[in-house]
């Protein structure tokens, strides 16, 4: 226990260096971790570390979906929906086809069940890669939003394909109107059951009085109880935590106060990095243990066939987005579509955005030893190696060529928007006037200094929201910002001079200093 304990306290530590690195160096985090991993493993006396499928289905997945519908808005995940079903769906049903195909020519022995089986395994873009590396670069809402809503989707699509795969692979049958049928049933369902279980948290939250902390610990349970429900029914976990998570997120303004929402985006933040981190890092890590696995196939065939498969998942999603542009173009004359003339540059950003990630490792991984009938199981040590060639291609070519990329053809936001430091303005200063307008109705201001003093502070938040609103090199709010920040460190060089006077609680110190956290926080938004 104590040596798991260590080891589990050792990668947390080496994320962590990683990940600190990665932002010093300006790469994206998930590329370094897992080519942090893999140079670890290749360290003398470093442990072989085996990853159950398990620990990522049922442990990492279902909060990371939870975390992305979450923050996932539902007015673009609607108005995209035509062209992330097509993705999430027609994409990987066509790419799971041409990688099943492709390996069966390519690769000797392969049979078509498996080449589906390794088709379902890689057809699905990671959602947690492409947004990272997407960080920091200027990219349209638009496409940032339809990478988003496919990344939601796209994984139930292909563990769905890998499910038929592995049934037909293991009982030598494969009947195209079950699958069909069973596709519609499992997806459906799925969503149901999610929508079920986020009604009774929302039943929970909405009707109940609870503490903030259980309310944050059942925000945290909800994706676990979704995913377990639904596949304790043999129907899709992944679309029963999006559509639940979706739901909970679009009453989310009902359901939770101030308090709950600052501490559980705290708390949200923290575990999905953890997460996200341990993922990537795992990946490099297990790459030494499948090729000390890989059998029957030289190491250089099998680089061959990765390298090939790799390729060709590239060239598809490429090809894919292409005809996905004009096919909108076309249909766009017979039905109401979110943009007709999408024109060549999104589309070929979407297409470079296919980096895989962790539902293809996990998918991968979860290929068992051996058959019913107690042989080993076909290929299975070649179609894990495949996989992590391409989980470390796509990652690594296409997520440090992806900001270049963006550069290069630099992709035009789809509909017209107003620039988010104009949005917020606009919306600041409503707020503030409405506020305004209700302070000055109800209430005798001239009486109470302490209305005077609340009111004149409406009035500095409207004046400050014209600035910056204007002119951002206003000298005027040059000195204000100046005037600010020195303020606001004084403060702070204060409170920590009475931090050593005993008559102060730690307590007490400690939550005047989360009220000033807060305070700087808001007024760096404020004025960003």
């Keep these: 226990m104590r040596d798991l304990v260590f080891l589990g306290l050792t990668l947390l530590l080496g994320m962590a260096l990683l990940a600190t690195l990665a932002q010093r160096l300006r790469i994206p985090t998930p590329i370094f971790l897992v080519m942090g991993g893999l140079l670890t493993s290749l360290i003398p006396g470093v442990p072989t570390l085996t990853i159950e499928p398990d620990l990522i289905f049922l442990v990492f997945l279902p909060p990371l979906l939870y975390e992305a519908a979450w923050f996932m808005s539902w007015r673009e995940l609607w108005r995209w929906r035509r062209i992330v079903l097509v993705l999430a769906f027609g994409l990987v049903v066509l790419t799971a086809t041409a990688v099943a195909y492709a390996s069966t020519a390519l690769i000797p022995g392969f049979t078509l069940a498996l080449g589906f089986l390794l088709g379902g395994i890689i057809s699905p873009p990671d959602a947690v890669a492409a947004t990272s590396v997407l960080k920091g670069v200027n990219v349209p809402k638009s496409t940032l939003s339809i990478l988003e809503g496919e990344s939601l989707i796209n994984d139930a699509s292909s563990l769905v394909v890998f499910r038929f795969a592995m049934a037909t692979v293991i009982s030598g049958t494969f009947v195209w109107q079950e699958v069909g049928l069973n596709f519609v049933m499992v997806t459906v369902m799925g969503a149901v059951i999610g929508l079920a279980v986020a009604g009774v948290f929302y039943a929970i939250h909405r009707w109940l009085s609870i503490q903030p902390r259980i309310t944050i610990l059942l925000t945290f349970i909800a994706p676990y109880i979704m995913y377990l429900t639904a596949e304790q029914f043999h129907y899709s976990g992944v679309i029963a935590v999006v559509s639940g998570g979706l739901f909970l997120s679009n009453h989310s303004s009902r359901l939770l106060n101030h308090t709950e929402r600052v501490q559980g985006l705290a708390m949200w933040a923290t575990v999905i990095f953890i997460i996200n981190g341990l993922v990537f890092v795992l990946i490099g890590l297990e790459l030494s243990v499948v090729v000390k696995e890989l059998d029957g196939h030289s190491l250089a065939d099998a680089i061959g066939y990765g390298l090939a498969i790799s390729a060709l998942v590239i060239v598809v999603r490429l090809?894919?987005?292409?005809?996905?542009?004009?096919?909108?173009?076309?249909?766009?004359?017979?039905?109401?579509?979110?943009?007709?003339?999408?024109?060549?540059?999104?589309p070929v950003v979407l297409g470079w955005a296919g980096m895989r990630g962790v539902v293809s490792l996990a998918a991968a991984l979860s290929i068992p030893l051996t058959l019913p009938s107690g042989g080993p199981f076909p290929e299975r040590s070649l179609i894990l190696f495949i996989t992590f060639v391409v989980i470390l291609v796509t990652l690594v070519l296409q997520g440090l060529t992806l900001p270049l990329v963006i550069r290069w053809v630099h992709p035009k936001e789809l509909i017209p928007r107003l620039a988010e430091e104009k949005q917020e303005a606009t919306i600041n200063r409503q707020l503030h006037e409405a506020a305004l307008r209700e302070l000055t109705q109800q209430y005798t201001i001239a009486d109470n200094h302490l209305l005077v003093n609340l009111k004149n502070r409406l009035e500095s938040g409207l004046l400050l929201n014209q600035y910056v609103s204007s002119d951002r090199d206003d000298p005027l709010l040059t000195d204000y910002n100046d005037a600010l920040a020195r303020l606001h460190r004084i403060k702070r060089q204060e409170l920590e001079r009475l931090r050593h006077q005993e008559e102060f609680d730690v307590d007490v110190i400690r939550k005047i200093e989360a009220q000033l956290d807060l305070e700087e926080e808001k007024s760096n938004h404020a004025i960003r």
């Design 319 to 346: 090809v894919f987005a292409q005809f996905a542009m004009v096919f909108t173009e076309i249909v766009g004359r017979f039905i109401p579509v979110a943009v007709r003339n999408v024109g060549w540059r999104g």
